[in-house]
Structures are given as C-alpha cells and as structure tokens.
C-alpha cells in the first residue's frame, strides 16, 4: 500500500474468512504497515456485525489507538443453513431476506457509522465488499433477489456515507469492491472451487485497486481489478 503512510493502521472486519484472512495475512507481510487490527465474532474484542452494541464497543476499543488508514470489511452472506439465494419471485420470504439484509447492509452500514470516524483526516481508505450482481444496472439475468437487493442498498451506504465523509475526512477515500469470484465457503455451491480465485490473490488485486484509488473517487463501485461499475 505505497499511497499510506508509513506505518499505517490497517483493520479487518471479517479477518477470519477465507478473503478477510488473506488480507490480514497481505497486510502483516507489508512492511510499510504498522499494525494490523484483525476482528471479528471469535476476536478480542469480539465484533458481531448483527449486534449493534458490538460493533460500537469494538469501534470504542481502537478510538484510543490513533486513526486508521485502511479498513476492509470483508463480510458476506449468500447463503445460510436456512437460507438460498431465490431463482424466482415466489421463494421470496421474510425470514430470507431479514438474515441476508442483516449481514449486508445493515451491519455494514454499523461499521460505516462506528468505524469511518476513525480514518485518518488525511489519506485514508474503507473499502466494503459488495458484489457486481448488486449492480442494478449490470442486472440482465434476475434471480438472487435478497442478495442483490441488499449488496445494492449497501452501495447506497457507502455513496451517502462519502459524500460525508468529504466534509470531515477530505483524504478519505470509501469505495463498494466487487472482489469477483472467489474460492471460498460463500462461493462453493456455485462451482466457486472450480472457477474462483485464491483468495490470495483475490485479496492482493483488490488492495492493489484501492492503492490506486483517489480522493475525488470517494464513493465508487469498483471491481477487483480497478474497473467502474454501473450502479
């Protein structure tokens, strides 16, 4: 991350996932990097992204540690023992959509509120994962319907929370990254072993991406690979 600071802070939220883990782990080999802050629901301190209380406690626990200068929130839920991405309209159900908007959009938009604060007036950046079927624009094949939704409404978060953050934090940059296809857990029932990247990789292009990123970005929807996305 040439564009930081010397010794910059770096946290994150969702260290212990296949993604968030390759981070952490391209972060700690950096020696420009200072500190790496890895959190998460099994981290001390612990931070539950469907729990308010605990992102605002986590958040607490790092204010005295000096600002950030680089956050990823590398958290997902495509699916769940008890929910599946919907093929057609009339899968669509309460239950679904409450778990997948829960771990989305609205404990991503938590870290929004709790943790942007923390970044550095100066250069600085918070990217959270989204996904490019969340494009409304990009959308040709339907189907998904939770999932897309809630990775939409989370690119609406970070848009909002940008234009904000330019009042407060000029130097801040917040950007939605698709990370593509990735080996991992989310992707597996959907042939993500066979087509997706390491995570390794996945994880050294998207911050390759966000070394690139300037201020007037702030408030993009960036693929892996540092191209723009539709909304």
């Not at 260290?15 to 080999?29: C, D, E, N, Q």
């Not at 250069?123 to 319907?145: E, F, H, P, Q, T």
């Not at 330019?166 to 029932?189: I, Q």
């Not at 994880?203 to 723009?228: H, N, W």
């Amino acid at each position: 991350m040439n564009t930081l600071p010397p010794a910059y802070q770096a946290l994150v939220i969702g260290a212990t996932g296949a993604i968030g883990s390759a981070f952490v782990a391209h972060l700690r080999a950096d020696t420009r990097c200072g500190a790496v802050h890895a959190l998460g629901r099994s981290s001390s301190p612990p931070l539950d992204l469907t729990q308010e209380d605990s992102v605002a406690a986590a958040a607490a626990g790092l204010r005295g540690l000096g600002p950030l200068h680089l956050v990823v929130v590398a958290t997902g839920l495509l699916h769940s023992a008890s929910a599946r991405p919907e093929k057609r309209l009339a899968d669509l159900s309460l239950a679904t959509m409450e778990e997948v908007f829960r771990v989305n959009t609205f404990g991503p938009a938590l870290v929004l509120r709790h943790f942007a604060p923390l970044l550095a007036r100066e250069r600085s950046l918070m990217a959270l994962l989204s996904a490019k079927v969340g494009s409304i624009g990009d959308n040709r094949l339907g189907g998904w319907y939770s999932y897309r939704a809630s990775k939409a409404a989370l690119n609406m978060m970070v848009r909002t929370a940008a234009i904000e953050m330019r009042r407060t934090h000029p130097g801040a940059v917040l950007a939605a990254v698709h990370p593509g296809t990735v080996a991992s857990a989310l992707s597996r029932p959907f042939r993500g072993d066979e087509i997706g990247r390491a995570p390794a990789l996945a994880a050294a292009q998207m911050l390759t991406a966000l070394d690139a990123l300037q201020a007037e970005d702030s408030g993009s929807f960036v693929a892996y690979d540092g191209q723009r996305l539709p909304w």
